[in-house]
């Protein structure tokens, strides 16, 4: 490459990476909230009528099959994380990569009734999903779930093509199994499709500033997320720090999504009792 032009490259380079960080730092610009906020905050998801704690305790922090960073705390050691959020007022937990093992211990030491679990399913066909609702119970130790949802959608046609599996969760709610049964999605149009869904009660959502492993940039998400909160559905808010790349701007990533006004409750993974408590105390400062 000749000089003149090595040096328009790198020029428009240069530029390139001034309007990318401008764009970071405009999308993580500290916006000004409504009121103070906590994550013991005691909301209700929606319609649903499910009181819990606005934030979630996550369990599936880079998680594949039956593993995450949580999980491999053992069942011992996430079991006293999840209680130790529980003794600070955290009332939500989310399972995820194999914890229901874990979940249970900690349920076995806390009033049922004063938490809320949520839970996932991959499970596409009718005969599957009723199997799980059997097993995931036993391996929770309750009789019943509070959230149950069909996991990482991805088809826009997913209410049409998948209303089998709907039908048994539907019935499954009828008979106080579960209490609500929604989704989550890996695609705007999925996303798109559950807002429209009278269905859905509620929708795990991934959502941050700068559109890190989400469906789409943020504010077409938004939009989305705008028509669900108009329907009423209860919106669970995940991704909320990127999946770690926004560790090191947690308090802007934070306060983007308080400020929203469509995120009912979000759910966030620690590590460790310190990680869980800086995260409460964060929530509390913004």
Same mark, same amino acid.
């Given at each position: 490459?000749?000089?003149?032009? !090595?040096?328009?490259?790198?020029?428009? #380079?240069?530029?390139?990476?001034?309007? #990318?960080?401008?764009?970071?730092? &405009?999308?993580?610009?500290?916006?000004?909230?409504?009121?103070?906020?906590?994550? *013991?905050?005691?909301?209700?998801?929606?319609? *649903?009528?499910?009181?819990?704690?606005?934030?979630?305790?996550?369990? +599936?922090?880079?998680?594949?099959?039956?593993?995450?960073?949580?999980?491999?705390?053992?069942?011992? +050691?996430?079991?006293?994380?999840?209680?130790? #959020?529980?003794?600070?007022?955290?009332? !939500?937990?989310? &399972?995820?990569? #194999?914890?229901?093992?874990?979940?249970?211990?900690?349920?076995?030491? @806390?009033?049922?009734?004063?938490?809320? @679990?949520?839970?996932?399913?991959?499970?596409?066909?009718?005969?599957?999903?009723?199997?799980?609702?059997?097993? !995931?119970?036993?391996?929770?130790?309750?009789?019943?779930?509070?959230? !149950?949802?069909?996991?990482?959608?991805?088809?826009?046609?997913?209410?049409?093509?998948?209303? $089998?599996?709907?039908?048994?969760?539907?019935?499954?709610?009828?008979?106080?199994?579960?209490?609500?049964?929604?989704?989550?999605?890996?695609?705007?149009?999925?996303?798109?499709?559950?807002?429209?869904?009278?269905? @859905?009660?509620?929708?795990?959502?991934?959502?941050?500033?700068?559109?890190?492993?989400?469906?789409?940039?943020?504010?077409? @998400?938004?939009?989305?997320?705008?028509?669900?909160?108009?329907? +009423?559905?209860?919106?669970? +808010?995940?991704?909320?720090? $990127?999946?770690?790349?926004?560790?090191?701007?947690?308090?802007?990533?934070?306060?983007?999504a308080l400020s929203l006004g469509v995120l009912d409750a979000?759910?966030?993974?620690?590590?460790?009792?310190?990680?869980?408590?800086?995260?409460?105390?964060?929530?509390?400062?913004?």
């Amino acid at each position: 490459m000749k000089r003149r032009e !090595f040096l328009i490259s790198a020029s428009w #380079g240069l530029a390139a990476a001034w309007a #990318g960080a401008k764009e970071l730092s &405009t999308a993580l610009a500290a916006p000004n909230l409504p009121g103070k906020f906590r994550a *013991t905050d005691a909301v209700v998801l929606g319609k *649903t009528g499910i009181r819990t704690s606005r934030l979630a305790m996550g369990t +599936g922090t880079i998680g594949f099959g039956h593993h995450s960073n949580q999980s491999a705390l053992g069942v011992q +050691g996430l079991s006293r994380l999840l209680l130790n #959020g529980y003794d600070r007022g955290l009332r !939500f937990f989310d &399972t995820a990569y #194999g914890t229901h093992p874990h979940v249970a211990e900690a349920l076995k030491h @806390v009033p049922r009734d004063n938490v809320t @679990v949520l839970t996932k399913s991959w499970s596409r066909e009718p005969a599957a999903i009723r199997a799980d609702l059997d097993r !995931f119970r036993r391996e929770l130790g309750t009789d019943h779930i509070d959230i !149950f949802l069909m996991h990482c959608l991805s088809d826009a046609d997913w209410t049409t093509r998948y209303r $089998g599996v709907m039908d048994v969760l539907s019935e499954a709610k009828e008979k106080g199994i579960i209490r609500a049964h929604g989704c989550s999605c890996h695609t705007i149009g999925a996303l798109r499709a559950a807002a429209q869904s009278s269905w @859905v009660d509620v929708d795990l959502v991934r959502i941050n500033p700068i559109g890190s492993h989400m469906d789409a940039e943020p504010e077409t @998400v938004l939009s989305v997320l705008r028509t669900m909160k108009a329907a +009423g559905k209860g919106i669970v +808010g995940m991704k909320i720090l $990127g999946q770690g790349d926004l560790s090191h701007r947690q308090d802007q990533a934070l306060k983007y999504a308080l400020s929203l006004g469509v995120l009912d409750a979000f759910t966030i993974g620690a590590e460790s009792k310190g990680q869980q408590e800086d995260l409460i105390r964060r929530i509390a400062a913004a």
